[in-house]
């Protein structure tokens, strides 16, 4: 009975994570199976490309956050490269939470390629065009990786669960079949549910013209460019930004609120300090991540504030992978003290060569 409690949490994420493909998979598809032919025939008319304004409001000033935005890309993608490759290179941190943060870092960089290479090039040209498939392809990838960075974050909670609650049964509920079984849910969940919900957008009549009023294929953004009735597609977003952004946070705060009750009770400060050192980094991530996006996408209906939906997306996708690495390493001393290991060992055989 006791070991079944131990294990509840972990046993939750996995049924989570694969019951939300199984439901959300068959619910998805329901606007098919409701009426086919009348889907297929509003599939008629789309356009062969769409116009993305991103920020066109600047006119030629536009040009000028070319430079910034190049600068913080490229810096998200070589502090999440150094992340995955000081986790690979260094056996200290070959353990289930830095298996995790090496995902994670991985989803910041193919996040921000899906959107922001595209972002930049539109600063510098005047037509701004993506075709239909483009679109979709963008949208779906988006999407996808974005839902599984916040199921990865969850299994990092889950984790820390494990590790301060119940440190010695952790090698046993922590193993790494129990990790790669975690993280290939949250890879493989997502990717399946947004098969149906893309091919919804395929679908749709699209006779409010071509002009999406943003930097990439957002999901607001186009179904106001429908003229079908979206309603259902609406609810069915609302009901997976539920399932992968709202429960993967619950079972984040779950999660926190054993480990802080678990914390409190260990007698010595420096104990206590050490517990909670080692949590830091993630709840500012944690924070971070979640904030923007519930705030996004957590909400039903399409008639959204497109200049602030477009402002919070910016942070979403330039911003936090950027700060990310900054948090892992800044925050966290053990990732300190593995980098400072290899810097030295840099420096030694700099003066040998």
């Given at each position: 009975m006791f070991n079944d409690i131990l294990s509840l949490p972990l046993s939750l994420s996995l049924s989570f994570s694969l019951s939300c493909y199984l439901c959300l998979t068959s619910l998805s598809l329901f606007p098919f199976y409701a009426g086919p032919s009348s889907w297929i025939m509003a599939n008629l008319s789309h356009p062969s490309e769409f116009v993305l304004l991103g920020f066109s409001s600047f006119g030629e000033l536009q040009v000028l956050l070319y430079g910034p935005f190049l600068a913080l890309y490229l810096l998200a993608f070589m502090g999440n490269t150094i992340i995955i490759v000081t986790v690979i290179a260094n056996t200290h941190l070959h353990t289930p939470m830095y298996f995790f943060l090496g995902n994670f870092s991985l989803l910041e960089i193919l996040v921000t390629m899906t959107a922001v290479p595209r972002m930049l090039s539109d600063l510098l040209v005047t037509h701004k065009v993506i075709s239909f498939t483009g679109c979709m392809v963008q949208f779906y990838f988006y999407f996808s990786l974005g839902s599984t960075s916040f199921l990865i974050l969850s299994d990092v909670a889950l984790d820390r669960f494990v590790a301060i609650c119940h440190p010695l049964r952790y090698d046993i509920l922590m193993s790494w079949a129990m990790c790669i079984r975690l993280a290939g849910a949250a890879w493989a969940a997502p990717f399946l549910v947004m098969v149906p919900t893309v091919i919804s957008r395929a679908?749709?009549?699209?006779?409010?013209?071509?002009?999406?009023?943003?930097?990439?294929?957002?999901?607001?953004?186009?179904?106001?460019?429908?003229?079908?009735?979206?309603?259902?597609?609406?609810?069915?977003?609302?009901?997976?930004?539920?399932?992968?952004?709202?429960?993967?946070?619950?079972?984040?705060?779950?999660?926190?609120?054993?480990?802080?009750?678990?914390?409190?009770?260990?007698?010595?400060?420096?104990?206590?300090?050490?517990?909670?050192?080692?949590?830091?980094?993630?709840?500012?991530?944690?924070?971070?991540?979640?904030?923007s996006t519930i705030f996004l996408y957590v909400r039903p209906g399409k008639a959204h504030f497109v200049e602030v939906n477009k402002t919070v997306a910016l942070v979403t996708s330039v911003l936090t992978p950027f700060l990310s690495p900054f948090i892992l390493t800044l925050r966290n001393e053990t990732v300190k003290a593995v980098l400072r290991g290899q810097m030295q060992r840099l420096k030694g055989l700099h003066k040998a060569l």
């Open positions: 679908y749709l009549n699209y006779c409010h013209g071509n002009i999406i009023n943003h930097f990439f294929c957002d999901n607001a953004p186009l179904l106001q460019l429908s003229c079908s009735d979206t309603s259902l597609l609406e609810f069915w977003d609302f009901m997976m930004a539920l399932a992968f952004v709202l429960s993967s946070f619950l079972v984040t705060l779950i999660s926190y609120g054993y480990i802080v009750t678990t914390v409190l009770r260990i007698p010595s400060t420096s104990g206590r300090q050490k517990a909670f050192s080692t949590c830091g980094f993630h709840l500012t991530l944690v924070f971070i991540g979640y904030s």
